[in-house]
């Protein structure tokens, strides 16, 4: 048996994982390469591998550094299954297909562009179309937390819930028969213990092999009694300032958070007196997902929804901005908005229109409550730059910038290694899906405190159990 490591080494994004065992290969995440416009240039190269030869795929979860990429791997002609939750199944309709229409839409962009140019030789065709996205839904399978599912011949899936976003998935993957089975537990992306909606990550307590993510693996985040109130003061400082907030935003995970906070905390944080907009059509489209799956909410979660006796995400003056026009209105106003936009790390998507207009503004405030990677906007903003790129313009940045990272929906590094701590006899370790200083800080902890073999997945490399 052996797993090959083809992304998510030493860096967040691109996670893609191959185990070839009992003459079958099983791929787990398929997933996009994200961040600087030269880095995404890399999701168009060939997989490292055959397409045709890949028998199944196991989908840890829909955000689209873990599953972005199927619509290719199914163009280039992948004919198996897809195993994944089935909240996964259905964010990933919204996700993927969101994905194809903004690849198609840069590609019209470009070859506008190329054609006032005269540069007719540098067309461009999209990463991947709505067409491909919808033929990728139809390889999608089902399954719920705890249900064993054998994917390929002698190759056995259980999916655990992993509480990073709604449908994240533990995958245990199991492995040939009798005294020759091995089994390999690839974390995903772990949740943040105690944090909205969710239930905790589930505990395993056997592998061969672990698959770690180390994302937050070099940092603790702060309780969350402490990341409400730094909220809260946020809103309350805004407030007297009489100036906006922009809240750059993940539509999977992040928004929803933020929206059952926001109702949680509504008359204590005098939300009342705010216009709230939720500028994304994902993130609404998301949102209805969430409503529909409230069988994996937390016991809290659930509780509020059964005592409020309506869904946890809305709030009496939140505003769903659906249309472009919608969106480009809530720009007139100059004061007392909340706007929730994506993308995320403020690489593009409406988030950015509303940077143009506010991000020179003094009484303007920017909530940054997600990971920024190295080279996207929303990471220079992190680092206090003076000046920030905004689709060819410079700004300069005179909004005030709040970097709320206790909010995260991945496990801190505390958390990664008691959530690895409950695993019996101390399997070895690979971290995958974070930064070089983040994974090396986690390997010696893992070494020092619990005498775990980590090591730091690099690319292409191979393991063999």
Known sequence: MHIQFLGATREVTGSCFLIEAEGQRVLVDCGLIQGTREHERHNADPFAFDPTAID??????????????????????????????????????????DAAYINE??????????????????????????????????????????QRTEVASNIWLTLRDAG????????EVEVGIG????????????????????????????????????????????????????????????????????????AVGRTQELLYVFSQHFEEWGLDRWRVFLDSPMAIRATDVYDEHARVYDARAREWHAQQGREPFRLPNLTFSRSSEESMHINDIVSGAIIIAGSGMCTGGRIVHHLKHNIAREGAHVMIVGFQARGTPGRALVDGAERIRL???????????????????????????????QIKRRPPVMLVHGEPDAMEALAQRLGDDLQARATCADYLQKVSL
């Open 164 to 171: 990073h976003i709604l449908g994240s998935a533990i995958a």
């Open 56 to 97: 199944a795929v196991v989908l840890t979860h829909a955000h689209l550094d873990h599953s972005g990429r199927l619509p290719l791997l199914v163009r280039d002609g992948f004919k198996g299954r897809i195993f994944t939750h089935h909240a996964t199944v259905d964010l990933c309709e919204i996700m993927l297909s």
């Open 391 to 421: 689709w060819g313009e410079e700004f300069d940045v005179r909004a005030k910038i709040h970097t709320v990272g206790g909010l995260s929906a991945h496990a801190d590094q505390q958390g990664l290694i008691d959530w690895y701590r």
């Open 179 to 250: 005294a020759r089975r091995r089994r390999v537990v690839f974390s995903g992306d772990l949740g943040h213990r105690g944090a909205p909606i969710l239930r905790d990550p589930e505990i395993v307590e056997q592998a061969d092999l672990v698959v770690l993510e180390s994302t937050y693996g070099d940092r603790l985040h702060r309780p969350w009694a402490s990341t409400w109130q730094e909220m809260g003061e946020i809103i309350a400082g805004a407030r007297s300032g009489r100036g906006n907030i922009l809240v750059p935003s993940f």
């Open 105 to 146: 839409k840069d590609a019209e962009r470009h070859n506008r562009r190329a054609a006032r140019n005269d540069n007719d030789d540098k067309q461009v065709q999209p990463l991947y179309d709505r067409h491909d996205a919808q033929r990728t839904q139809k390889h999608f399978v089902a399954l719920a937390y705890g």
